[in-house]
């Protein structure tokens, strides 16, 4: 979005099918204007269209599109949100009878995102996310893109602007994307330096108060603040449960309904922290009328990013904002073992501690392993990493008897194996 030193006029567009209920959509206008406000934008006007079906050439009908342009000319408006993904023809076709800027609700989610961007790994990851989206809906307003990016060369016979500006932004992306595979690398580098501690990821719709609840945890001081995607970086911090159990909690990035595949995928190397955790820490807002649809969506991204079915905690936040108590029974007889707390008031936050314990108890295997001679920098990493219960030495090696947590196990028993085979010996 272009901003200058007064907020954006705007205009919301939603559009209700037989497949989406008008008054589905009517909130979903609300977190649109949620979005804009984030953004920067004033919201001036909402507009929601029922239509059988979506209008292939302008998204609404065309008469609609006519009466959008007379409104938005009359009340001075800047920019235009849609609350549904455009093709890259409905953009050109509403910018040609439309004269202000037409954006759909995955741009205003990069743009956001591009706002809220901090650390140089965000920015590339924004960049990319941003320019995959814009490659295939370039019009006359993206032109002279090549000034920004540099690396082009002189003009081929006949090319139009936009075509050097496609191959400036291609040049960019090829860049951007060997940078995001470095950041990976480094990203699981880091990952293996923390593994003799058990790994737990918050996850969650955004604004549903995961980083107030790793503040709570850890003490940190992770930005906290009543809006959509206050924190894009993920942190972690080692969290003392009890002083038997000690983990690595890590916060990033909220989800959303129809989050940009784009974001998604640039955002790997971030996501990759919940991918790889060994439990996952749901927060749901209980207090948002949409809650249930909201962990849908949660479920609907962990499925994208391969995270699904690890063992989890689904954590009710914000009980105190309830005006219905009622909500806290139905969340008791449809959510079995959720546990419903306030990060924000410490309300209940003792029986998560003992749900997260009694989890991690169930993910902790024993298990006898045989060590020879010259691996004993694997018997350290079992110190490192477990309890030990027994060690035995004799003249062969050293069997030892340890309580672990079944991931760690896996990983070590693998690392075994493949430092056995490059000594050339059998397993």
Known sequence: MIRTGEHERAILVGVATPSERRGRVEDYL????????????????????????INAAFFIGRGKAEELSYLAEGKKIDIIIFDDDLSAVQVRNLEKLIKCKIIDRSGIILDIFASRARTNEAK????????????????????????????IGTKGPGETQIETDRRAIRTRISHLSTKIREIGKEREVQRKGREQFP???????TNAGKSTLLNWFSGADVVVED?????????????????????????TVGFIRK????????????????????????????SHPLFEEQIAVVN???????????PTVMVFNKVDLLGNRNVIAYVSANFPHAVCISAARGINMSALTDALVSLLEGTVVEE???????EYDMVARVHETGEILEERYDGEGITVRVRMNRTRLEQLKKSLLIKRKGDGRTA
């Open 368 to 374: 006898t392993l045989t060590f020879g001679q010259g």
């Open 300 to 310: 609907e991204t962990l499925e994208e990013i391969g995270a699904q079915g690890k």
């Open 259 to 286: 989050l940009p595949h784009n974001l998604v995928a640039s955002f790997k190397s971030t996501l990759d922290e919940v991918r790889e955790a060994d439990i996952l820490i749901h927060v749901i807002d209980v």
């Open 30 to 53: 609300e977190e649109l204007a949620r979005l804009a406000d984030s953004a920067g934008a004033e919201v001036v006007h909402r507009i929601l269209q029922v239509r059988h079906s």
């Open 199 to 205: 790994r737990l990821a918050l996850v969650g719709y």
């Open 124 to 151: 590339t990851q924004v960049e990319l996310a941003q320019l995959q989206y814009m490659l295939p809906r370039l019009t006359r307003q993206w032109t002279h893109l090549s000034k920004q990016f540099g690396g």
């Open 227 to 251: 809006m959509l995607f206050a924190t894009l970086d993920s942190t972690v911090r080692l969290v003392s449960l009890t002083p038997a159990h000690r983990i690595l909690l890590s916060d």
